[in-house]
């Protein structure tokens, strides 16, 4: 079944897509959201590594044998650097979130 495109009239209103007409608040709530994680993420992964939880919980009295990975300098800033990633793609987020507001395809 093939669709024809008729342009509208000037003046005319524009139809909108989708079935639940604007989705700019929910695509607003949605970047929150994202930006919140981000920042809360990286946070957690710069923080956490450098506590005495990070050392001493389930999974090293479960597992005993990732003692060594977990704890070593390496491998805890590599954890940092995930944090520090998060971290800039909040960051990132925060700086550009006006633009969601022009749309998506407005340069």
């Known amino acids: 079944m093939q669709q024809t495109w008729i342009p509208s009239q000037p003046g005319s209103p524009t139809p909108r897509h989708g079935a639940g ?3 700019q608040p929910f695509a607003r709530l949605l970047k929150i959201v994202y930006i ?8 957690f992964l710069l923080w956490l590594p450098w506590m005495s939880f990070w050392d001493t919980n389930y999974l090293t009295y479960a597992y005993p044998q990732i003692l060594p990975v977990i704890t070593n300098s390496f491998f ?7 944090g520090i990633v998060n971290l800039m793609i909040g960051i990132h987020e925060v700086v550009h979130f006006k633009k969601l507001a022009k749309g998506p395809f407005h340069r």
């Open 21 to 23: 007409g604007n989705s």
């Open 36 to 43: 919140l994680y981000s920042v809360e993420a990286g946070i």
């Open 76 to 82: 805890k800033g590599g954890v940092l650097g995930l």
